[in-house]
T-cell receptor, first 118, second 110 residues
Framework: DTGVSQDPRHKITKRGQNVTFRCDPISEHNRLYWYRQTLGQGPEFLTYFQNEAQLEKSRLLSDRFSAERPKGSFSTLEIQRTEQGDSAMYLC????????????????FGEGSRLTVL | QQPVQSPQAVILREGEDAVINCSSSKALYSVHWYRQKHGEAPVFLMILLKGGEQKGHDKISASFNEKKQQSSLYLTASQLSYSGTYFCGTEGGSNYKLTFGKGTLLTVNP
């Protein structure tokens, strides 16, 4: 297993378009996180899954953002009606945690999907 | 609430030591440290759980003072490979996600 992979690595879109990012976690990992990172900032939490259940979503996220993790494997993050403020690096990370309500543990990050909204 | 890191940036010569601090205004269950090189994904360094433990990883170690809600990362005899941005991530008792600081840019010169 080569780690967490994300696709596409780069996406340029026009304002108002929809975009979707995919994350494939490390195969035995049951927890998956989405973070967003802008230049000069630390990763900002968006949402996380334990298996296929989405357990938390940031209050900062508008309804334009949605994430899924069907069957508890890969995950997708969709942004509808993109805005210029959505331009950022979208990072996916995975870990293995036995129980749903427990601390994060060591995160393995993917290299991210960079979104540019024109 | 986002933890506060200091300093924002530090420049070292190879072989010098550095300390990076991370503080939170909320009670913490754990503190995590990651390093991110330019254009790459953050890479895990270590986790410290409440209990005031200190951990080490090669010449990089860290401490966690849960009473003060502070953690410090110690880099000794720095190497060129230590260059990058260091982030602390904090986690509260009932939060199961990391809140990252803004990072500390460390540059090690020959």
């Amino acid at each position: 297993d080569t780690g967490v992979s994300q696709d596409p690595r780069h996406k340029i879109t026009k304002r108002g378009q929809n975009v979707t990012f995919r994350c494939d976690p490390i195969s035995e990992h049951n927890r998956l996180y989405w973070y967003r990172q802008t230049l000069g900032q630390g990763p900002e939490f968006l949402t996380y899954f334990q298996n296929e259940a989405q357990l938390e979503k940031s209050r900062l996220l508008s309804d334009r953002f949605s994430a899924e993790r069907p069957k508890g494997s890969f995950s997708t993050l969709e942004i509808q009606r993109t805005e210029q403020g959505d331009s950022a690096m979208y990072l996916c990370a995975s870990s293995f945690r036995k129980r749903a309500r427990t601390n994060t543990g060591e995160l393995f990050f993917g290299e991210g999907s960079r979104l540019t909204v024109l | 609430q986002q933890p506060v890191q200091s300093p924002q940036a530090v420049i070292l010569r190879e072989g010098e030591d550095a300390v990076i601090n991370c503080s939170s205004s909320k009670a913490l269950y754990s503190v995590h440290w990651y390093r991110q090189k330019h254009g790459e994904a953050p890479v895990f360094l270590m986790i410290l759980l409440k209990g005031g433990e200190q951990k080490g990883h090669d010449k990089i170690s860290a401490s966690f003072n849960e009473k003060k809600q502070q953690s410090s990362l110690y880099l000794t005899a720095s190497q060129l490979s230590y260059s990058g941005t260091y982030f602390c991530g904090t986690e509260g008792g009932s939060n199961y996600k990391l809140t990252f600081g803004k990072g500390t840019l460390l540059t090690v010169n020959p």
